[in-house]
């Protein structure tokens, strides 16, 4: 399995420039000794299967819930692309919430590969290390080290992130000392006693799809078409500002928006009270009917908590940004429980925009 990294690869018939060392390798501070392309050539065909639509059905929502509270941590073969993208932006994530001062670009990632040598794997692989790298690459974060093993059941990727702590950058004026420490700045459970607002924040501009996500996992139907994770300068966007919010100690509560996507993330927020998603900004900004995607597709974000006093702040820190953000719910006292509603409205004013955005880049005037 050592070879498949530096071995020249030719998937579906195109000779691939690069090894995925190589690619690895330029995504890296400190390259690890050893050959980067050896004499063999692999040669595969990616996996092709008929995108099949998932099944939703809005009265079994708690029950998909629970179900991918239980569902393994499964990789989906058939979408490398997203899922090693998927992987990095929730590891990024995680880090939103600890305590420190630390930005994105202090951020390194740790990769490791457990894999199978079937056909169809190879190519899986290397698309998963070439997506893997042009995203980290685009959003300025550092590989610091990989590895790959022969994986006995299913293919999957682990990724791990961390904050490469020290001194400031010698060379920039205007860097600080980077610090981080273990506890969160902020709980992942709401916040009651006091009048509060649940925003949700997507890190990507992408639409919702239910390919490679745990619920299309859970109900065999993994071959649908996957988010395209490919907007990393509104990550980057986005990460600033929340991250900026953490520190300030504005966020009441948060959690990331990753597996099972906003419906399981607004459960482990509210899990100890009740709330009431509002999903109706969503849909009418993304133009979106299909309640089941908007809230189990796994486009990586965050879902918070701010006071709601702070609201105007919010709004003014986040249209400083360009970032588009949703009001959905706030948490009440009482026993946990979760409901959804969603009512298409008038698209607001970011939803005209956007339209009139995607016709003038269609070639309109």
């Not at 050893?34 to 996996?47: A, L, N, W």
């Not at 619920?215 to 990393?232: C, F, I, K, T, V």
């Not at 399981?264 to 849909?283: I, N, P």
């Not at 298409?344 to 003038?360: D, T, Y």
Request: charged share 25%; hydrophobic share 35%; aromatic share 8%.
């Amino acid at each position: 399995m050592k070879e498949a990294l530096t071995s020249k690869y030719i998937v579906d018939g195109i000779d691939m420039d690069a090894t995925p060392a190589e690619l690895l390798s330029d995504c890296m501070d400190k390259v690890p000794q050893g050959p980067s392309r050896s004499e063999k050539t692999i040669e595969d065909e990616s996996f092709d299967p008929n995108p099949t639509p998932s099944t939703f059905v809005k009265s079994k929502i708690g029950e998909y819930i629970k179900g991918i509270g239980e569902l393994g941590d499964k990789f989906q073969e058939r979408h490398p692309e997203f899922a090693a993208r998927h992987r990095a932006a929730v590891a990024l994530l995680d880090l939103l919430w600890r305590e420190g001062h630390f930005n994105l670009s202090d951020i390194s990632i740790s990769a490791k590969w457990h894999w199978k040598d079937r056909s169809g794997d190879f190519a899986s692989l290397y698309r998963s290390v070439e997506g893997l790298c042009q995203y980290v690459y685009d959003l300025g974060v550092k590989i610091e080290g990989y590895d790959i093993d022969r994986a006995e059941n299913v293919c999957r990727l682990e990724l791990s992130a961390s904050v490469r702590q020290g001194a400031p950058d010698e060379f920039d004026d205007d860097s600080s000392e980077i610090i981080l420490s273990e506890g969160r700045k902020c709980p992942d459970k709401a916040v009651l006693g006091q009048p509060s607002a649940l925003i949700y924040l997507p890190f990507d501009t992408c639409g919702f799809r239910l390919g490679a996500s745990a619920l299309s996992a859970m109900a065999g139907n993994g071959s649908d078409n996957a988010p395209e994770l490919q907007d990393p300068d509104y990550f980057i966007d986005c990460y600033e500002v929340v991250r900026e919010l953490v520190e300030d100690g504005i966020i009441l509560s948060g959690v990331t928006v990753g597996k099972g996507g906003l419906a399981c993330a607004a459960a482990k927020l509210c899990s100890e009270c009740a709330l009431s998603l509002d999903t109706s900004g969503v849909a009418s900004s993304y133009a979106e009917s299909n309640l089941g995607r908007i809230l189990f597709a796994e486009v990586p974000g965050v879902l918070f908590q701010v006071s709601e006093s702070d609201l105007d702040y919010i709004d003014s820190q986040f249209l400083l940004q360009d970032v588009a953000y949703y009001p959905v719910g706030s948490p009440k006292e009482g026993e946990a429980s979760l409901t959804v509603r969603s009512d298409m409205k008038k698209p607001a004013v970011e939803g005209i925009l956007r339209s009139l955005i995607a016709s003038a880049s269609e070639g309109e005037d």
